[in-house]
């Protein structure tokens, strides 16, 4: 048996492997967890309180290795990490403001 054939032959058992296992994790699979607030313990100050589940990255070094993967934390409203988008949006114009643009774009059309 040459090497090519002896490569071959290893690529296609692990492909068949690789091709059971994941047949057998979908089986097992659930739906994705609910975004509703349970009463449990928050990760990061420990009191008990309504908590919601978030995911983080996390990465790892280890004996020079680095490893990288996804960690699901509860945390409690003050926990919680705030949203970034709202925190640097405009306020809303004024009913003044959109009358004077309304204004400054009919001039320009006419």
Partial sequence: MSDFERF?????????AWEMD???????KKGHHSSEPVSGICDKCKKEA?????RFRQTDR????????????????ECAPKDK???????PPT???????????LRKLR
């Fill in 8 to 16: 071959s032959a290893k690529n296609a058992a692990m492909s068949r």
């Fill in 22 to 28: 994941s047949v057998e994790k979908k089986k097992e």
């Fill in 50 to 54: 309504m908590v919601k589940s978030y």
């Fill in 62 to 77: 280890t004996d020079g290795a680095a490893s990288f993967g996804s960690v699901v934390k509860h945390l409690c409203p």
């Fill in 85 to 91: 988008r709202n925190e640097n949006a405009p306020p």
């Fill in 95 to 105: 009913d003044r403001q959109v009358k004077n643009l309304l204004r400054g774009a």
